[in-house]
């Protein structure tokens, strides 16, 4: 059931109770936990937090955990599985879901006692009827026994219980195309960490180190391609008016601000990942849309490169520098010069441009909203073997918290690793020629043994590699057809047992809805197949399965897109 | 040089002054005493001589019986300084010591911590209401009643004050109450996490 008002029916009723939340892995959730967390703190209500990366932890963590539990707050997992029929919990259990994947179960959507969603009430418009989905059968079912009671003869000649079977079989009919059409497409909606920082502001809780962190959520959001640009311009707007109202200062009272308070700050940031902390020459490399625009993956895009630094006037040796010791007017005229001359080099605004906030605190340099979310996303998903997930999960609550800038320089660090790992798999894809078309869609594998092969691994890096690949690919391909083809991403996962990660993403051209519907066609194709696919991860494109299968299920899949 | 082992003890004293306590240094004490007996004997030979009218000893008796004084000063304040670090040590880790610290003890110091154990016990008895109170517990005002606690280590269940069951695993973050979890933290079970 969709929850109305926030305060009366999630918060005041949580009061005094212990609360267990389980968090999915990403930067998103990961902030909506920290505001959930700041506003429980206030309150003083007990809680306990555990994370969880999918489907089979989190019925793992929730019989560990349940004893004695009476509310369970989801976060940006769960909405799209019936939570009920999966966590079979006793019937005092609530459950309040607050996630961002849609569509969301209609099983979820329709039970008025055990589950409440935590959501927008615009965003579920698309549901199905309650009347589509389930009916009253007791009447028919008793008729029918009745009718076999009393005889054979009886029931032949009842038109109206056949006139009932066959509106039954109508429904019924209805029933799975309904479904199918509300969950062919998975796609997002509003962040998690905005919807807590809403409930936060609800109850007149809201600070400046809450409104940064769901703007840190919103940015995930929008580099791991969850929400088109749209979506993200429509949020950034919300979240600029909570900035203004914050951040506001009279005149006179500008100096008496104390330099060590949290300063939040709308701009037009630069797209480049990471540019405060690196060189321009490496941030431009490894920014998506201008590596894939000019190429830079070969000698001529870089020599293109070069071209257009010089035109810009900026020296070559200055852009080797870290972005922060270039001369200062210099690196004052980078945006200008760069928005000048982009279009020359057949650049859009967009590409360049990211309406984003940063943060001032202390002296230290400032943050931006992306450099955040790498870092925490980097740590999040490290590459390093030796490390449990939830050791990664506590680092990245780290990196959140406000003040701990060592931990915020090992995560921009671990982020330049990860980035460089990508650029450099985008290019072997291409240098190798590996990105494939198999008629409706693309397909790439990464090889076994490669260098940074743990990496991709992981849900979220391996869509941003995936996008990166078809990106570069669509860049560099003569097909015309290939702005409509999406991508399917193999990764190796555990050797030991002959696992891959398999992702697939939507094709360029549907860029402006980012709605996926290779949840479905997976689902499908492992059905057809009889491969032992695992849907064990809150996105349903993305799958496990074991290496072996993988020519039969591309097979069963090819037959089923085209 | 005169009294110099018992500024041995002193500087053992010094170096130590963390959370740790030396062992007993029985040998040092044991050479102290010896050396206030020498200088003790020495001193009754020559006293002889000073009531027989030689003046000219009494500087030798004068520096001899400094020196006595000096290290039964020095001897004392090892003890005493044994016996505050013990005495703090029972605020801090409670009434069972941990075993290196028992081992380090003397049989006297051990009595008196015993003894001194029983009186801090009784006297916790008799103050507050019916069931006592704790007086080791909260020696610093705490700032709130609950903590943010994160799992270091696969503790298993834990049951609260209230009846709640907890299951303490590795990495997971739990806001309990601070009393109930503040010896979990000493054990190095749970880590407090500051905000």
Not at chain 1, 5 to 16: L, W
Not at chain 1, 214 to 224: E, F, L, N
């Amino acid at each position: 059931m969709l929850v109305r008002d926030f305060k009366r029916e999630f918060y005041d009723v949580v009061q005094h109770q212990r609360v267990l939340v389980l968090v999915a892995f990403d930067v998103d959730s990961l902030c909506g936990c920290k505001i959930l967390q700041y506003l429980f703190q206030c309150d003083q209500v007990l809680y306990t937090i555990v994370p969880v990366t999918d489907l089979q932890e989190l019925e793992k963590a929730f019989l560990e955990n349940a004893e004695g539990i009476k509310h369970v707050v989801l976060i940006n997992c769960g909405a799209t599985v019936d939570i009920v029929d999966l966590l079979q919990p006793e019937d005092h259990v609530r459950f309040y879901i607050c996630d961002s994947h849609r569509p969301v179960d209609v099983h979820n959507f329709y039970n008025a006692v055990q589950v409440k969603l935590l959501m927008r009430e615009d965003e579920l418009s698309t549901i199905p009827t309650y009347d589509e989905l389930f009916r009253d059968d007791s009447e028919d079912s008793g008729n029918e026994s009745e009718d076999s009671d009393t005889g054979y003869k009886k029931k032949k000649f009842d038109e109206e219980s056949i006139m009932r079977r066959q509106e039954k079989r109508r429904w019924s009919e209805n029933r799975v195309k309904v479904l199918f059409d509300y969950t062919k497409f998975t796609s997002y909606g509003t962040s998690a960490s905005l919807v807590m920082f809403d409930l936060a502001w609800k109850l007149s809780k809201d600070t400046n180190t809450l409104l940064w962190l769901a703007i840190v959520g919103v940015t995930d959001q929008y580099i791991h391609f969850k929400t088109p640009r749209d979506k993200y311009m429509e949020d950034i707007l919300t979240l600029q008016s909570h900035v203004s109202r914050h951040n506001q200062r009279g005149g006179d009272n500008e100096n008496t601000l104390s330099i060590n308070s949290l300063k939040i700050s709308f701009e037009e940031e630069l797209n480049f990942p990471l540019y405060r902390h690196w060189t321009l020459i490496d941030t431009i490399c490894h920014s998506m849309p201008i590596a894939c625009k000019l190429r830079l993956w070969s000698l001529k895009g870089q020599k293109r490169l070069h071209e257009f630094l010089a035109e810009m006037g900026l020296p070559l040796n200055q852009c080797r520098q870290q972005f922060g010791a270039m001369d200062a007017n210099l690196r004052s005229e980078v945006k200008g010069k760069i928005q000048e001359f982009m279009s020359k080099y057949g650049l859009d605004i967009q590409d360049v441009i990211l309406p984003s906030f940063s943060l001032h605190y202390g002296y230290k340099s400032q943050l931006c909203a992306t450099d955040y979310v790498l870092s925490s996303i980097a740590v999040l998903e490290s590459g390093d073997k030796s490390r449990s997930s939830t050791d990664n999960f506590l680092e990245a609550c780290d990196i959140l918290q406000k003040g701990c800038t060592d931990k915020m320089e090992a995560g921009l660090l671990a982020a330049k690793l990860q980035l460089r790992s990508i650029y450099t798999q985008v290019q072997s894809f291409l240098e190798m020629h590996q990105i494939i078309s198999a008629g409706p869609f693309l397909y790439v594998f990464v090889q076994e043994g490669t260098a940074d092969s743990s990496y991709f691994t992981h849900p979220q890096c391996s869509i941003r590699l995936a996008r990166f690949a078809l990106q570069a690919h669509c860049a560099v391909s003569r097909n015309k057809r290939a702005q409509s083809l999406p991508l399917v991403l193999g990764a190796p996962l555990r050797q030991e047992e002959g696992t891959s990660l398999v992702v697939g993403i939507p094709p360029l051209d549907t860029d402006d809805e980012r709605k996926n519907f290779f949840g479905k066609a997976f689902e499908q194709a492992a059905e057809a197949t009889n491969t032992t696919a695992k849907f064990n991860n809150f996105d349903s494109y993305i799958i496990e399965m074991k290496s072996e299968d993988k020519s039969k299920f591309f097979d069963a899949l090819i037959s089923i897109l085209q | 040089m005169l009294a110099e082992k018992a500024l041995d003890l002193i500087r053992e004293l010094k170096r130590t002054s963390g959370g740790t306590l030396p062992p007993f240094n029985e040998d040092k004490i044991r050479q102290v005493l010896e050396e206030v007996q020498t200088l003790f004997e020495q001193n009754r030979d020559t006293a002889k001589y000073a009531a027989e009218g030689q003046h000219d000893v009494l500087a030798a008796i004068q520096l001899r019986h400094a020196g006595i004084q000096r290290n039964k000063r020095c001897l004392l304040a090892y003890l005493y300084n044994r016996l505050e670090n013990i005495r703090r040590m029972r605020w801090e880790f409670g009434s069972v010591l941990p075993a290196d610290v028992k081992y380090n003890m003397c049989e006297h110091e051990a009595q008196w911590f015993n003894q001194y154990n029983r009186l801090l016990a009784n006297y916790m008895r008799s103050i507050g209401e019916s069931g006592g109170l704790d007086l080791t517990q909260d020696m610093k005002p705490p700032k709130s009643l609950y903590v943010l606690v994160r799992c270091l280590m696969d503790h298993g269940e834990f049951e609260t004050q209230d009846g709640t069951v907890i299951l303490l695993k590795k990495n997971s973050q739990h806001y309990l109450m601070r009393s109930e979890c503040e010896h979990l933290i000493r054990q190095g079970v749970l880590e407090h996490i500051v905000q």
